[in-house]
Every structure is written in C-alpha cells, then in structure tokens.
C-alpha cells in the first residue's frame, strides 16, 4: 500500500491492522558513466514497491535526497548536509508515529546515508528516553540482502566494487528500461581506493565516479534477477522486523 497513493480513511484502516511502514531511502548522486542520478533512490523504492506488494504493507514516499557530499564533484549531484538529512529524518517518522506509525523500516540504497540515518534514530530514541518523544522502532537495510549477494557473486566476480556497482544499475535498468545509458570505460574495473574525504578528493581518486566496478556488465535482465531476490530477501527482513 503506497501511502501517496491512498487516502487518510484508507491509512486509518490500515492502521487497525499493522504499526508498520516501509520508507525507501536514496540519493541524488552520480553513479559513473553509464549509471542514473537516481540509480541508489530509484533502486530503494522498486525494492521497497515490491516488497509493499508481497505482504500488504504501507511504503511512505521515497526520500530521494541523502547524504552525498562526495559526490559534489560530479553535475547534477545533490547533497541534504547530515544535520538536514537527521531532521528529515526525525520529522517523517515523528509525523507519522502520530497517527499510530511504530516500526518504520528504511530501506537504504546508499552507504553514505548510514552514518547520518543511524544518528537520527539515536536522536530518536533518546527523544523517546528523556520522555520528549513517542517509542518507536526504527531500523534500516540495504536493498540487497543474502540472495542478492549469491547473485552479484555469481554475475559479477570480484568486480562487484563499491559505488556504481553493476548490481545497482542493473536493477535501475530493470525499473527504468527506458532510460538505459551506454558508455566507454577504461580501465575496465574502475580503481578500488578504500578512502575519499571531500568532494574534491573523491573526484581525484575516482574520476568517472565509479568506486572498484565494473558496471558495462549491468542490464536489465540481471537486474529482473536482483529485483525478485530483493523483494525475498526484504520480505524476510521485514518480517523478522515486525515479529522482533
Ligand atoms: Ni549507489
């Protein structure tokens, strides 16, 4: 049940049923050559969509924007600061605890979120602990779960890497079939370099964007493949979620 697509009375009905939500969560970021601005939020809400429609639950409207100073480097990137990004946070579940919203599930599609995601739930439950704001249960996963892994493992060995993954835009090409990018890359396998600190940094190290991928590897039917994995792997973590 998508909450943008449904109305208050429908909501409230909801409610008697279930205290669950699901809130996709993305950025507005390069992803490398051949990958989509929106590749990590786009991939947050079809995952997010599909599991809405595997077990009935409420999935809020995605947050596009995260955390993505890095990535200021590259045009058409965006960043929410992480003080922004921990009130955004805070004030979409403090709203909708208000109507009886408990256990909100994030579904993340970008690790630079975690860190900042991770401080709001904190800011969160001391809220809830010093008796300034409701109990709620808030946890976030990456889209891709165990099956998900198998299947990367599989597609793309030890090329896989870490931003503008073939994994990522491959589902991205699954959910937006109409805007799939080609592009020459060389190296083939982008450099790995495990640390970047500002945006001019990051650019430096990586200078198509990509972080250790190789993703001319990607299309669309990978990422029907990655898509139906997703959706299992999230229904188990939703559930355990719920029943926890
Ligand atoms: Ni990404």
Known sequence: MQLALSTWQEVEEYLRRSDGIVVPIGSVEQHGPNGLIG????????VARGLGDAVGCAVAPTLA????????????????????LMLVVRDVVQSLALHGF???????GHGGNIATVTAAFDEIFAAASLGQGPSVRCRMVFWSGPRCKAISDELYP?????????????????????????????????????????????????????????PSLS??????????????????????FMEY
């Open 65 to 84: 924007y995260g955390m993505s100073q890095h990535h200021l480097g590259f045009a058409g990137s965006v960043t929410l600061r992480p003080a922004t």
């Open 158 to 214: 030890g090329v896989e890497g870490r931003h503008a993954t073939a994994s990522e835009v491959s589902l991205a090409q699954h959910y937006q079939p109409g805007h799939i990018k080609h592009a020459q890359m060389s190296p083939k396998v982008a450099a790995n370099a495990p640390h970047f600190f500002d945006a001019a940094d990051y650019r430096q190290r990586y200078p198509d964007g990509r972080i250790g991928s190789d």
């Open 39 to 46: 590749t990590d939020h786009l991939c947050a809400e079809v």
């Open 102 to 108: 408990r256990r909100f599930f994030f579904i993340n």
């Open 219 to 240: 299309s669309p039917e990978h990422g029907k493949r990655l898509y139906e994995a997703a959706v299992l792997d999230m229904t188990d973590a939703y559930r355990a």
